[in-house]
């Protein structure tokens, strides 16, 4: 073999070089699950120079683990409702997907309906769940104590607990960090987290037949991406002139919906602004990691229900933001999860009022639509370019590709081949901060 043939041969990746490049190629979501999978002896969910939490390689890595994790990593598989969950009643939707109804609702206690991050909806079925003892605990998330704008997982065993979860955490959290034990218990519980981290939670489900037995129930918030740590320091130092640093504790959004954003001082003061001046008006202009920007599901395909903001075009009026009550609109996509609503409406935990349909999700989540529409030309563009790309099942990108038009297709791909070639689809080996 000539010297120029051998080194073109490259070397076979490592463990820690296959489970790295998930996250270099952009793809991680930070649901730790690897931890989960790996031990945390092994790999860890640690703050790295990017401000996010990645998977960091700590111990003796082998590569049956990180074909293991490979399988089941939102970052590299995302799949639809499991046919399994499917039945005679299950309508579909190009755009929205596998559903049974689709409905407005919110929480019929006002208290609950009032911290919630919209009507409550999602924190109202976890009380119902917990207090009818259906199951024993939530899986959730909650403001983080260790990173005030972080989320933590959480595990909520009374109606209080699942309260004080409520609200929406629009950083970087990671519901799945120890999800093994919690199968462990061998106790029912229901899950709630973003759309990713419920298809990594069905991925596990396809190799570990606790889940379905233990998880009654998997509830998302429909998710249109999270706030970037860069892009978090930004809004505290430039937007509000405060030092990230002293931030003892974050509020997004609930208290109304969508409530006021809080930040409270070390020196007590309290600084609120709207959601408005958070995310801004124009969705164009949100700053997302780049795997939300490429997400095939942000619409919790793969969940029992998902449940929704209702503002016309997207976003809240700033005219009207402070006074309205808050309502879901809810996509029921399995029977159990139409069973569950049903109940807790009958048992008055749930205000289910309008049916409503995928056209109405539409104007209510036109980035939602924009988004799946776009997914599957942005993953050709990321193929193209070499980058990993997450193996989809039931999620019609194809069919909704073919629906967008050649012209509209290549635009998004070519847009993405050169977020590529700038960087943008690439985030450093994760190394622990300090
Ligand atoms: C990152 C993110 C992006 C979103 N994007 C959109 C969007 O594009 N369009 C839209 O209509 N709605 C979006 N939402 C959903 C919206 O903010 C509400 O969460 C949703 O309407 C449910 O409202 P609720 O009042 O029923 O929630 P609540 O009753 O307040 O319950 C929320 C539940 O979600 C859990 N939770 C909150 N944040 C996280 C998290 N980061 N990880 C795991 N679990 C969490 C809480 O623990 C709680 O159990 C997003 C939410 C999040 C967290
Ligand atoms: S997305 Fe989740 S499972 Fe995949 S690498 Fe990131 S933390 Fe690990
Ligand atoms: S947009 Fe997609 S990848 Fe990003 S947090 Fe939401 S569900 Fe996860």
């Known amino acids: 073999m ?33 931890q989960s999978v790996a031990g945390p002896d092994t790999v860890r969910m640690e703050l790295v120079e990017t401000g996010y939490e990645r998977p960091v390689v700590r111990g003796d890595l082998c590569h049956e683990t990180v074909d293991r994790i490979m399988d089941l990593c939102p970052g590299t598989r995302v799949e639809g409702l499991p046919e399994a969950a499917q039945d005679a009643g299950t309508r579909h939707d190009l755009v929205w997907g596998a559903y049974q109804q689709m409905a407005l609702a919110y929480a019929a206690d006002p208290e609950v309906r009032h911290a919630g991050s919209t009507g409550g909806v999602l924190t109202a079925l ?24 972080f989320g933590d997982r959480t595990v909520s065993e009374t109606a209080a607990a699942v309260l004080a979860g409520a609200g929406s955490r629009y950083g970087p959290t990671a519901p799945l960090i120890d ?26 489900a396809r190799v570990d037949m606790r889940v379905n037995e233990l998880v009654k129930y998997m509830l998302t918030p429909v998710c249109g991406g999270f706030m970037p740590p860069q892009g978090m320091s930004r809004f505290l ?26 930040v409270e001082m070390r020196d007590g003061t309290v600084v609120e602004k709207r959601y408005t001046d958070f995310w801004g008006t124009d969705e164009s202009m949100w700053v997302l990691p780049f795997r939300c920007k490429v997400c095939p599901d942000g619409i919790g395909e793969s969940a029992d229900i998902a449940a929704s903001d209702t503002w016309p075009g997207g976003s809240p009026d700033p005219e009207t933001e402070d006074d309205d009550p808050g309502t879901n609109a809810i996509v029921v996509r399995s029977a159990r999860g139409a069973d569950l609503v049903r109940r807790a409406a009958e048992a008055g935990y749930l205000t289910v009022t309008d049916e409503v349909d995928p056209r109405y999700m539409d104007s209510v989540q036109p980035h939602q639509r924009n988004k799946k529409y776009a997914a599957g030309a942005r993953f050709e563009g990321l193929r193209a370019e070499g980058k990993t790309v997450p193996r989809t099942a039931r999620l019609r990108l194809d069919a909704l590709m073919a629906d967008l038009g050649s012209e509209d297709a290549a635009f998004q791909r070519d847009g993405t081949r050169e977020r590529v070639r700038i960087g943008k689809a690439s985030e450093p080996t994760p190394k622990p901060k300090d």
């Open 237 to 262: 130092e430039q937007d509000l002139g405060l030092d990230p640093e002293q931030v003892t504790g974050f509020r997004y959004r609930g208290y109304g919906c969508p409530g006021p954003t809080r």
């Open 126 to 149: 976890g009380m119902f769940l917990v207090e009818t003892g259906e199951v024993d605990f939530i899986l959730h998330a909650r403001a983080s104590d260790r990173v005030p704008t």
């Open 2 to 34: 000539s010297q120029s043939h051998s080194q073109k041969i490259s070397k076979p990746m490592t463990p820690a070089e296959r489970l790295n490049r998930i996250t270099e190629d952009a793809m991680c979501i930070g649901c730790g699950l690897c």
């Open 179 to 204: 999800v093994l034990e919690q199968l462990d218990k061998g106790r029912p519980f229901a899950f709630v987290g973003k759309p990713c981290d419920i298809a990594a939670l069905r991925n596990l």
